[in-house]
């Protein structure tokens, strides 16, 4: 059973997403915060595996306070998927860095909300495709690479880095294993070993590194994302 907190300052917004989550046979809810502080004291008090967090709260915000879970080591298995009216690159950015492990907009399918939370729960990364399209715009706006440190991307083996790279263009271990004609076994090994090397909290992370590094930059990648190809 996924157990589930929801965290958003609209009484009603939590209402519904409380109902929907509780439709799940693999899922609870065992607590509802208006506030990132409350959200952070309910994920310690209830042991959840899951935050629905929403960004903009009184007080502490969504981000402030997906930050200070990560930052808990008790909390090392909590998962934040961050859920907002707003999809824009630095909130997109601004919560990855934080350590959330999906970005999804308020007017996702109740069945996509329910299959992210899914995702999130089992260590997978999720973005809404907006919020991939803003993450790359973002980057691709920075003259150099602002990722991880360069001796840490040289501990990495050619295979690992392309491994990287289609991580950064969201591909899942199913298809890492197909373009890479490998087994999904063998891909997820690849996946855990970057974590490990990267000092990466989960996959969220590799996105950004794979991003930040400079690995998903090249020309013909520049010339889709700007809509060239």
């Known amino acids: 059973m996924i157990r589930v907190v929801l965290a958003d300052d609209q009484e009603l917004v939590r209402s519904a997403f409380a109902m929907l989550v509780r439709s799940a046979p693999d899922m609870e809810v065992v607590g509802e915060a208006g506030d990132g502080d409350e959200a952070v004291e309910l994920v310690r008090s209830t042991r959840a595996d899951v935050v629905v967090m929403d960004i903009r709260m009184p007080g502490t915000d969504g981000i402030t306070a997906t930050g200070r879970i990560a930052a808990d080591e008790d909390l090392s298995g909590v998962r934040v998927l961050v859920l907002t009216t707003f999809e824009s690159d630095d909130n997109v950015l601004a919560a990855l860095r934080a350590g959330a492990s999906g970005f ?107 991003y930040e590094s400079g690995l998903v930059r090249t020309a013909g990648y520049r010339d889709a994302a700007e809509g060239r190809a």
């Open 104 to 210: 999804l907009v308020k007017d996702t399918k109740p069945a996509q909300l329910l299959a992210a939370i899914r995702t999130v729960a089992a260590g997978e990364a999720l973005l809404s495709p907006g919020a991939t399209q803003a993450l790359i715009a973002k980057v691709l706006t920075q003259p150099e690479p602002v990722g991880p440190a360069p001796g840490a991307l040289a501990a990495l083996t050619r295979r690992e880095r392309e491994v990287l790279t289609l991580i950064g263009r969201g591909l899942s271990n199913g298809e890492l294993a197909d373009r890479l004609v490998i087994s999904p076994l063998t891909a997820k090994t690849y996946v855990s070993r970057l974590l490990t090397k990267l000092d990466a909290r989960d996959r969220a992370q590799l996105v950004i590194a794979a």
